[in-house]
């Protein structure tokens, strides 16, 4: 059985839903991208300052559920200052835990392993991917493109 | 016993919806998405499955016997839906998959024809109310599209109020179709459609209504509205999913241009060329749903023998319940707390996403639909986003509701 509180919102993903990190709108910003999932309402816009191949600065903002917000304010924790061939693995990993095709304890996820029980949810695995789909979206700079992890939309 | 006092015989009734019995995430399932789906009797199940097993065939074109048995039971649907509805001899019922297929055969009716024959020529004018689901909105986009027409909408107030002045300023000697829902699926907001029909019709327009979230409860007959279609599905009146009916004045009918061609619809055929029957077959080519038709049937002898207005005054009573509970919530914002017709609340929270709240809600056995209940522009145009929505059906119980007040209560707790 499952139980939401203790898998889905443990408190670590409910105090990054108060207080996100990396809030706001970044200025000189050299990539940026939107997600938004029109059916649920999460709405984030993902923004980056890329000093060549690393990830110099990043900012969101938007609105959605705690699990959007949540897993969008840790990406950009775990993201700031790395190498952009580093997020776009910890990328890979994160959706491969989440839609199960790997293990949680065999994912470098620091961190962000406590969403980890969002695989559990299935119609809730699109609200932790969206940050990360309109961060992959900002990287391959599809500048303005929104994009969405709705099935059936771009 | 309280359900007696409130007129519904409520155990009887729950034991003929089997679904009820069971646990989600250990304890009892308390389903309050009726406006999305309601659940089906024993009585529509067992309706269905004796088509299947003793009258299943194709209708209209065999000479055995299943086959006139099947035409018989097809007919004797529509003939029990029209009383149901309280249609008369200048009505028709056309057998749709529900309310979308409905609007969309006379969205799509109207322009298809092209531009010499359809009722929409260019530069005419379609109102559609602000209160709509997708489903009575995107269809007249396109018709708009198509035929050159302009579309209008009829914009509620910052309440979501919907006013018949309004709607006397839209209406010009080029409006030629008012679309307007019987009752708003994300707000519960019910509008004065009695009235703004009349005037519609009165200016020469052909009147929709999507009656999708009101045929199971009471309303005018159909000879006493100024409708000349009516859209509604059987899933949201005890019926069938994949069911539901366009119905319409014939001569309202005779306007649309069909648009599923094929078997069934025509009187004859050559290489070239085909002569379109009568109505209703016309408007309903190809094999139809004929063990669902029988089910929706069903459906509407189950509503008729509880009681419409029975059925009314207990939902009303639990939307009261569940408003006054959530309304004492802090920082919860119910939706039309003015529409005491309703037989659901629509309600958001300060800082609480309706995912968040539906999740845990879950958690605790209680069904309900969160997000934009296919009505975008309507909650945009309220500045509100996404919403949690519970909505009721005749085996819903005071219980449940306490519980989705007590659930909903903790959910912000948690989250804020």
Redesign the interface.
Same mark, same amino acid.
């Given at each position: 059985?499952?139980?939401?509180?203790n898998d889905? #919102?443990q408190e670590v993903v /409910?105090e990054h839903?108060r207080a996100p990190r990396n809030f706001g709108t970044l200025e000189h910003a050299t990539h940026q991208a939107q997600g938004t999932n029109?059916? +649920? !309402?999460?709405r984030v816009a993902v923004q980056l300052r890329l000093d060549g191949e690393r990830v110099a600065d990043i900012r969101f903002t938007g609105? !959605? +559920?705690?699990? +959007?917000m949540a897993s969008t304010s840790m990406m950009t924790e775990a993201v700031k200052g790395r190498e952009l061939a580093a997020a776009q693995a910890l990328q890979q990993h994160f959706r491969a835990v989440l839609t199960g095709e790997e293990e949680p304890e065999d994912a470098p996820l620091g961190k962000l392993v406590s969403l980890a029980g969002v695989r559990q #949810?299935p119609s809730?695995i699109k +609200?932790a991917l969206l940050g990360w789909h309109a961060l992959m979206h900002a990287i391959a700079d599809n500048d303005g493109q929104t994009v969405s992890t709705e099935e059936g939309r771009p | 016993m309280l359900d007696t006092v409130r007129d519904l015989p409520l155990a009887d009734l729950r034991a003929q919806f089997p679904l009820l019995a069971q646990s989600i995430?250990?304890h009892p399932l308390a389903y309050l998405d009726n406006a999305a789906t309601t659940q089906t009797p024993l009585a529509v199940q067992q309706a269905m499955q004796r088509f299947e097993q003793h009258d299943r065939a194709n209708i209209h074109r065999g000479v055995h016997s299943l086959s006139q048995r099947a035409t018989d039971a097809f007919e004797a649907a529509r003939a029990t839906l029209k009383g149901f509805i309280g249609a008369g001899q200048e009505h028709e019922l056309i057998f749709t998959s529900g309310t979308t297929e409905a609007l969309n055969l006379v969205a799509q009716g109207l322009w298809a024809a092209g531009p010499a024959k359809a009722w929409l020529r260019p530069g005419e004018r379609i109102i559609v109310s602000g209160l709509e689901h997708h489903a009575n909105l995107v269809p007249w986009q396109q018709a708009a599209r198509m035929s050159g027409a302009e579309l209008v909408i009829l914009r509620p107030d910052a309440q979501g109020r919907v006013h018949v002045q309004d709607l006397q300023a839209l209406l010009t000697p080029a409006t030629r179709v008012l679309a307007i829902t019987a009752g708003a699926n994300a707000t519960g907001e019910r509008p004065p459609y009695e009235q703004m029909l009349a005037l519609a019709r009165a200016a020469g327009a052909l009147t929709v209504l999507d009656a999708a979230q009101a045929v199971g409860h009471e309303m005018l007959p159909l000879t006493a509205l100024d409708c000349d279609f009516m859209a509604f599905s059987g899933h949201k009146m005890y019926g069938p999913m994949g069911t539901g009916a366009l119905v319409g004045k014939r001569e309202a009918l005779q306007f649309l241009y069909p648009v599923r061609l094929g078997g069934d619809m025509v009187d004859w055929v050559s290489y070239e060329a085909a002569g379109y029957a009568q109505l209703p077959a016309r408007l309903e080519g190809g094999t139809p749903n004929v063990a669902g038709a029988v089910g929706l049937a069903a459906a509407a002898q189950f509503i008729a023998g509880v009681g419409r207005s029975a059925i009314d005054r207990y939902l009303h009573a639990l939307r009261a319940q569940a408003l006054a509970g959530l309304s004492a919530i802090d920082g919860i914002t119910v939706l039309a707390p003015h529409a005491t017709q309703a037989t659901l609340v629509s309600f958001v929270a300060r800082d609480? =996403?309706?995912?968040?709240i539906g999740? /845990?809600l879950?958690?605790r056995g209680i069904a309900v639909r969160?997000? =934009?209940h296919c009505a975008?522009p309507l909650l945009d145009h309220l500045g509100l986003?996404?919403t949690t929505r519970a909505s009721f059906a005749l085996y819903n119980t005071a219980e449940e509701v306490d519980r989705l007040i007590a659930a909903v209560a903790h959910a912000i707790k948690?989250?804020q």
């Open positions: 059985m499952n139980n939401a509180e889905l #919102y /409910l839903k029109p059916s +649920c !309402g999460d609105q !959605g +559920c705690a699990i +959007c #949810y809730r +609200c | 995430h250990g609480v =996403h309706p995912h968040d999740t /845990l879950d958690e969160t997000g =934009h975008q986003g996404p948690v989250f």
